[in-house]
């Protein structure tokens, strides 16, 4: 643990000169609070509410619960109202909050690493059953979320939860979330480190503490080890990615300060080499400067990049040292990234220990506890206790032998969770949308099913990769503009002047080799209904004029 890191509310040191107007930076003084959010937490901290939750709303109903847990405190425990069923997309953006209230929760649970045993599946499985409808989504951040919970439930499900050793702390909310790591930690041929016990020890030490449960908004973390580095280091507030120093010793690259949002930027790397034994106390000192010098004036500009865009890679790295650490960072080579790994770990592919890994795809993240329990039973049965969650919202199984792979291949296929799916199956993400959240104006799983449908049938032998995202508003949690083919959900006019669901079309979006933000073109825009059209014209520009060599993304 950094040596004074945990005391909020320190004074500025000369390497922080004060800001003509205050931002809310607890390091810089302002420690009331500026905001219905900073107060909230002010008044109790988040992780305070699950005692309530068990005790108190789970016996009493929802209608017993304070209004302020109810809107901000239940986050720290990955709980969010659902928005009411029923109502229309058009309407919902004139309806104020309240009332659209209804008593279903979404809970997301962390996996961190994306690392799930059977058993643990199995669990996720019988609480979607059970207490969920049956539905369930694979998030892009390898979560995975519920909905249709109740909170007379929660106690019961937390306990099922727990007893394979999974949580739902700090699942959202303004707190360090689930920490992202590579789906093929310790079994992929070129890794340079397995980040694993950088991940538990992140967890065991730093999730649910109260020194980081009042950050000015939610912090991310990734952790990577090989060179396709598909837990995109590149837009997560913190990342480490596997590197090995001048003296051949493996470690990570750091960065800080990538987000995507209404305000998208890439992370910066620091230029310092973070031993092994180093991570944990480097990401407490890293997410301390959040908290204590973050921006906490307006949501809008509390997350960890705005800090760093406005101090730099070297001061940042400057603070980190001098007031976190109290030790400098050696300094570090960039990771390389292999142009030839696949980030989404999709399809059959050999493992360093001779046996093989088998990546598939439901539909846009979209699972049932039913799949869910029969993809638990499919890989013991093909000897494989290890299932991972990706950060494309696909699943891959572990450890399978070479003579076992045509009938796992068969299992899963019977299960419509493909192991060689369309490239449009494979790389369409699309966020929860109108269906269960409450922000969203538009709705994304089922258009993006149908339009995967349509392409399929369209567009049968087009095989060039392409990436197609969309969000159900301009939050941006399936990523658009980093898609080849990013989709903002909005109202739109159509043909007959009447306001109807539809997209602004963000194009050439892309990371790793390709990294860059998608060009929004002003008045590109498409109603949901015409959205099949819309792409499938795009592509076949692309096919006509392509010259060889050439993939949509370059
Ligand atoms: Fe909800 Fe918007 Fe995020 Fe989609 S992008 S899940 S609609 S907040």
Request: net charge negative; proline share 5%.
């Amino acid at each position: 643990m950094p040596p004074s890191s945990a005391q909020p509310g320190r004074t500025a040191t000369a390497a922080t000169p004060r800001r003509r107007r205050g931002e809310g930076q607890w390091a810089l003084g302002y420690r009331e609070p500026l905001n219905k959010n900073e107060e909230n937490k002010k008044n109790d901290d988040g992780l305070n509410v699950r005692d309530r939750i068990i005790n108190i709303y789970s016996k009493r109903g929802f209608d017993s619960i304070d209004p302020a847990d109810l809107r901000g405190r239940f986050r720290w425990f990955g709980l969010y109202t659902q928005r009411a069923p029923g109502i229309d997309g058009g309407k919902t953006a004139v309806l104020e909050p309240e009332e659209l209230d209804d008593s279903y929760f979404m809970l997301r649970v962390r996996i961190d690493g994306g690392q799930l045993s059977a058993a643990q599946l199995r669990a996720i499985g019988e609480i979607s059953r059970d207490h969920g409808r049956d539905t369930a989504d694979i998030t892009d951040r390898q979560n995975v979320q519920f909905h249709w919970i109740r909170v007379e439930d929660v106690p019961a499900i937390w306990e099922k939860l727990e007893s394979v050793g999974l949580s739902t702390t700090e699942a959202c909310g303004d707190t360090p979330r689930v920490i992202m790591g590579c789906p093929l930690a310790g079994v992929a041929e070129h890794e340079v480190i397995d980040p694993t016990p950088q991940i538990r020890q992140i967890y065991d030490e730093h999730i649910g503490s109260p020194l980081y449960s009042n950050l000015p908004r939610k912090f991310k973390t990734s952790l990577s080890g090989c060179s396709s580095h598909c837990v995109n280091h590149e837009i997560n507030d913190i990342a480490f990615v596997g590197v090995r120093d001048g003296a051949g010793e493996a470690g990570y690259d750091l960065f800080v300060g990538g987000g995507l949002s209404t305000n998208p930027m890439f992370a910066q790397r620091l230029g310092a080499f973070v031993r092994p034994d180093q991570v944990s106390e480097v990401w407490a000192g890293v997410c301390s400067i959040f908290r204590d010098y973050g921006y906490r004036r307006l949501r809008t500009r509390a997350r960890i990049k705005f800090l760093i865009k406005d101090w730099g890679a070297e001061k940042f790295r400057q603070v980190l040292e001098e007031e976190y650490l109290g030790y400098a960072l050696q300094d570090g080579p960039a990771p390389e990234l292999d142009p030839g790994l696949e980030r989404d770990h999709v399809g059959v592919h050999r493992q360093n220990d001779g046996r093989f890994y088998v990546g598939f795809a439901p539909r846009v993240g979209r699972v049932s506890g039913t799949s869910l329990l029969r993809i638990a039973e499919i890989a013991e049965e093909h000897g494989s206790d290890r299932i991972r969650t990706t950060a494309d919202q696909k699943l891959v199984i572990l450890d399978v032998e070479e003579e076992r792979i045509d009938s796992i291949r068969a299992a899963l296929g019977a299960e419509d969770l493909q192991v060689e799916p369309s490239v449009f199956r494979r790389q369409t993400m699309a966020c929860t949308g109108i269906e269960f959240c409450k922000l969203a104006i538009v709705e994304t799983k089922a258009r993006a099913s149908t339009l995967i449908d349509e392409l399929e049938k369209r567009l049968p032998d087009f095989g060039e990769p392409l990436t197609i995202n969309l969000n159900g508003c301009p939050n941006s949690c399936a990523r658009i503009q980093v898609a080849d083919i990013g989709l903002k959900g909005q109202l739109v006019m159509n043909a007959d002047g009447e306001q109807v669901e539809g997209y602004q079309i963000h194009l050439g979006g892309g990371m790793g080799m390709t990294r860059s933000f998608g060009k929004k073109i002003r008045g590109l825009k498409t109603t949901a209904d015409d959205l099949p059209d819309y792409v499938e014209r795009v592509l076949r520009r692309f096919q006509d004029q392509k010259k060889d060599g050439e993939s949509f993304a370059s």
